[in-house]
């Protein structure tokens, strides 16, 4: 186990630097608001990830690298110690992005040799906290590209991360036509089951009562998103929750983040730069609140968690891995290739009704690594699927995403769901 | 049925009044913080509400008592049109209390010379929305006494409300001993069922999964909190929610809300005054985040809102009618009279481990009515029972409070429950 | 002498009660923003003055009134003890209205019986702080207007504080047309001199150099305001200080505080009421970076509260009484009646540009009076004159006023000066 | 004159460029608090300050080099167009360091290239516009260095800027003791006289009247504020302006800027990175608020901006060039070395007890460089002198530096004076 562990430690570790070829120095170290982190302290707190949880504890005769990077570099770890505020994270100059990738690097070195050492209880001991720091590094790829994407687009200059890839520029023809697929109502399992890797919250596995439903085979489109504003979805409050239309207000939100209005045409920021809107693609970057109120106004609502578990399992739907070489982090418009259940994973993000609660009988994990899911389940949505922007190898079926309902940032839409005593 | 409304309107009109007998004409007017709204508001929204969804479509040639009165007074209806802001309402010296009070007199007096006319179809409709605007009152009387008290907390002179009623100094002796009434899993009903009155928001009825549990059967007491905080319940963010550490942080919670320490000596301000912390009282005015750290720190959680509407239901508990002669607003300590589950109703209002959301299949009413409760379900959670400070009538099992998780200036206490599978 | 201050005292005394008249209770308690503070929390407060300053030193046995008045009814004294904070003020509901007539009286009646017995450098001592005491309420009177202005303009009611006097509907013909008075330079005397009462802040007396100047004869006037506001002055950053173009945009500024438009038509709030702009008045309620701009505008500046001080010294002009039977309290068109310089006192304070800062040798008295004044000459602008807001015999051509840059609830206008070198 | 000019905007260009030597493309783009700016942005400015006033108006077919330039770097000045909002400067990553390291190139070569075919009036238009200009860098070049240091500040591993120059660490016997020097009263010229360049708030020269004062030979020292400290300077609100007081209190200071203490023993950040404190060294980094606090605590009070420059000017005193090599940006502690009065240029900006007004007849330029000075004339105090951080050739005895009283980040101390009455 721990040689495949080893290769994919260094598959991840590689990829994160894949993600930032493209970038200048300047790129690396500002924090374009709160929510968001440099992308030098992404690459080097996914390291401190490893220094401390498996370094520190499997090293003989471990020394830290450098004292100050356990505070600088610890993000929520109360049980570790103090943290350098978050808020903060986009004051500091040094170390510099060369001495980031230096600290990447022997960590690196000196975890893999580490590694070669082990065997018997405490391979399999380090096995775990490993596995857990790639799936880690993974959720901090995605941040990568988020907070670029943030701090980019509030730059009138509009950098381009990387050009679109040829496929993006492909003619699309046929888009699919939304449809409803239905699910009777019944105990289904929902959680993870098996071996493979998950989080401490997708268990543990559990009987749910669902109620029957119906779901659409894709995704809200920004075509049926340009008809909710131009019927006025901006300005209806009766569409709205309350702590939704108040947010909307006091942000100021008339369209999806990203999108910009110039003389009454809209276009949308995206990391392969400006460009026109198309209506085939899904919406993204929307909030909770968004997502919401278009339900409301298109007379359905958005699943529960279980419900759109459920059928991704029984539509025995896997995330495909994103060729590296394309690097296209768009959503892209669907064919109508007849599929029962398409874009579940791999375009954006799917809001779910469900607030992120714990599972009946969760337990947290032992330790500071306990610290890692339980403690944020208040005042936040789960999302379901994955994105554009999710690494290969990182999604599943059971994978519980959440952000609070105000955040736009992430590649976040939605898919349509209804009653089935609503259709009768 | 409407002769029993009018008899219940009128209860329920003098019922606001009495609550406010003891008050000085300064007490009416302040409001102490946003969340809180002045005494004087209460009484006119209140009225306004019967004006504006009773009056004006049953009155024939019905014109506005005060047109300003449409935005002055009304909440949160954007479907009635503008309202002033609520932040604002503690600015308004005028209409005087007197003048408030001759506009509840004119209200009642038209509303009920109208109640007589009417017949049929038209008699029910306006039955129900009478009706609702009975519990809605009841709804600000509690309300009435919880910013009340918030706002002679803000005084150090500690103004009482009224002195204690008698049996408030009568002594108790032994206390209840807590202990665990266990749960099967299974599928049960829940929600509201029957013809009599209750919320949108308790309907529909419908089934749930519940695995087996155990839950306590009283609720947590003071001296068991004072536990909590000698053992660092406080100082220790391991117990906490991240959203409730900040929280406390920023807040400065060192204790529940209306807790005063004195040279290490702990009183509590009371709507009685400012008295001794009893051991054995129900702990009240905790957040939900103190709730859940205390839950935590004691090795179980808190109920789900299925689970307490379960055992309700079984243990066949009905909320008691408040003597009003009383005037006992301040949970009492629990005697050991053998009951198998105690203080469902009538002490503290009981936060449950459930995020407010809408049950399978929840529609809200149609039109302006419709803003009552389901816009409101995001970032808060469901509490159940009621207490002291609820006015008789208006308790039952299936009802559903909801606050934000930081609120702490209800009448808000908790009880334990624990899965089945921890405890063997 | 102390007989003479014991009416003056009693005189002031009633005053501040005959300027309640006419408020409800409803009207005493609220404090409607930071700066201002309840009518109630007045009373107290000038009375606790005379209790801290004046009884506690002069009685012989004293004790405290009521001990916990000793912090809710300081100011700013920091030598007395802690206070109560400023912005809670308004949460008050005790001691009630009454109870602060009570207070008032008892001190009174303590007071005035407690003079009767000095004689000697006691009597003196006490003498100059009763005096200051008098003065102090004097300066209270004016904030219980301006505070009640400003409370009652948050009510879209417009509660009427008083009818306007008669006097206010007399027709007014001839309004004066503005005409400038020269001053040549020199060394000219500034500061109090005399026996007579004044602040510390109006010492030493000293010699100030002026460069030659001329100042107009009258007050800028509504109209004048009106012509600025239709040349773009709210919309003209070249007009205005840096400072003082973020404040206007920040605060969302238009037109003058109190100014309401409707339809294209222009009113203003008044203590009688709302009504028409009148166009030869002066104009009131502005700040000043309004003022400044509105002096950059017509290419003049304000005076310097030297220049201004020597124009009212030269003319001899001394602030005449209000009638108190009057009770007018607005600002007065003016009359051509060949004055040559018209509108120094009575009507609105004058903003100046001189930053509030001590005088060449101020020494701020000892002990706790001495923090009456000289803490504040920090990022505020002397006013001269007096407003019909304040009370007879309170006014002198020394006395200087002082708010910061942004104040507009004050009785604020202007009037023009400019270099001599500018005329030619 | 062009010639002599061309020579000085050379060499003004390279030395901001000799200042960003040790600089890493981190250090360039982080903006760390509202008042500070990125030293990209900074190099970006000066930049566009030629282009704009010089280059746009005296080249053959000018254009904009990058039109988004105009904004993105525009500062303050309205009449020139939008600005990019100052708080978000730090949300840049584009223009790259090289990108701006070119636009000053480009601008340079074209500028140069440009002069040479100036003549006549056009060129001594240009010349007075292109010495505005090297003046307006030099500024930047020393707001290059607070802001940096501010920087560096945040960072717990304080980064050094450039290691102390050997002089710094040469010792230093005999430190100056502090004698008073007196002056008498009378009118004196105040402004700047003669061709040599000066900006516009220091004119025109014009007569000032002074009474009698006394002023210290030197600056106050590292020691004496620690006294200051020990005798409870930061805890007796006596000692302070109310503003200060609140501000100190909000801000929590308890040192000037830069302190850092350890176990009881005080060290100081700075450009040479983390020392002990140096009790012989002028006191730096304090605000108006605790140097006003100070010399109220030592009986005597801060000079006004006229009695300042009347010392600086009588003693013939003008400021030193700093040898570039030398590059020591620390306030140097004083040997007694004889002279009568002491450090009146070169070791730190010396607050004054002027608020920043314009001298009597002051007029601003016309068009948008009259938006240079006037519009700040507001909430801010006159620091005269010059520090370590202020380039050679900078300044001059007339010079009016100028920041609110609670500003902290810049090099600035202060020096006592008293009124003579109060010596006798």
Not at 156 to 168: F, K, N, Q
Not at 333 to 349: S, T
Not at 384 to 393: E, H, I, K, Q, V
Request: glycine share 6%; with cysteine; proline share 8%.
């Amino acid at each position: 186990m721990l040689e495949n562990l080893s290769r994919a430690y260094s598959t991840t570790r590689r990829f994160s630097e894949f993600l930032c070829e493209p970038l200048e120095i300047e790129d690396y170290v500002i924090q374009s608001m709160p929510d968001a982190s440099p992308t030098r302290w992404h690459l080097a707190h996914t390291t401190w990830f490893f220094e401390t949880f498996v370094l520190a504890s499997s090293e003989t005769n471990y020394r830290p690298i450098n004292p100050h990077f356990q505070s600088l570099f610890n993000s929520y770890y109360n049980s570790v110690g103090e943290q350098f505020p978050r808020s903060r994270r986009g004051l500091l100059t040094r170390p510099t992005v060369a001495e980031v990738y230096e600290y990447r690097h022997e960590v690196d070195r000196r975890l893999l040799h580490c590694l070669e050492g082990l065997s018997g209880d405490e391979a399999e001991r380090i096995g775990h906290v490993l596995e857990l720091g790639i799936h880690h590094e993974q959720q901090h790829q995605e941040l990568i590209l988020t907070d670029l994407k943030y701090l980019y687009s509030c730059n009138p200059l509009w950098p381009v991360y990387r050009p679109s890839p040829p496929e993006d520029r492909r003619p699309r023809a046929n888009p699919k036509q939304a449809a409803w697929s239905a699910h009777r109502s019944g105990i289904v399992e929902i959680g993870h089951r098996g071996e493979a890797f998950c989080y401490d919250n997708e268990q543990p596995r559990h009987n749910a009562l669902l109620h029957a439903f119906e779901i659409q085979d894709r995704l809200v489109t920004v075509g049926e998103f340009m008809e909710f504003m131009r019927d006025g979805g901006y300005r209806r409050p009766d569409l709205w929750l309350s702590l939704g239309w108040s947010t909307k207000n006091e942000q100021g939100w008339s369209a999806p983040l990203y999108w910009v209005e110039n003389d009454g045409l809209w276009s949308q920021f995206t990391l392969h730069g400006l460009r026109e809107l198309n209506p085939h693609e899904p919406v993204c970057h929307v909030s909770y609140f968004e997502a919401d109120a278009f339900a409301r106004w298109s007379g359905s609502r958005l699943p529960t968690e279980q419900e759109w578990e459920h059928v991704a399992v029984s539509a025995q739907r896997e995330p495909q891995p994103h060729p590296k070489e394309t690097a296209h982090f768009h959503p892209r418009p669907l064919i109508d290739d007849g599929d029962r259940i398409a874009q579940l994973f791999g375009e954006v993000w799917q809001w779910t009704s469900s607030p992120y609660t714990p599972y009946p009988g969760y337990r947290a994990a032992m330790g500071a690594l306990g610290e890692y899911n339980g403690k944020f389940m208040c005042n936040q949505y789960v999302l379901r699927g994955s994105s554009r922007a999710t690494p290969s190898g990182h999604a599943r079926p059971t994978y519980r995403n959440f952000f609070p309902p105000d955040a736009r940032w992430q590649f976040s839409g939605f898919r349509l769901t209804r009653d089935v005593s609503a259709v009768s």
